[in-house]
């Protein structure tokens, strides 16, 4: 499901802004399967905006993914 992911630029109330890209059949579907992932489930993940997004440049190493989640995540707790 998420082809790639990585943090964005700037934080807001101590949580870090990342970006998904990710496959999904359409933003139910993206919602749906979010909502039963580890991270959302914990609070550490939680969706902002999905947008659809189009490959222009580098489909090949995407896959075939053509949606976009932005969202934010808090600092992963240290294990132990």
């Known amino acids: 499901m998420v082809l ?16 998904l890209i990710v496959e999904a059949a359409d933003e139910a579907d993206l919602r749906r399967r979010l909502a039963h992932d580890p991270w959302t489930f914990s609070g550490q993940l939680r969706t902002t905006s999905v947008d659809r997004w ?27």
């Open 4 to 19: 790639a992911a990585g943090p964005l630029a700037g934080s807001e109330q101590a949580r870090i802004r990342a970006l």
């Open 54 to 80: 189009s490959v222009f440049v580098g489909g090949q190493r995407l896959a075939t993914g053509d949606a976009a989640v932005t969202g934010d995540a808090r600092p992963a707790r240290p294990a132990g």
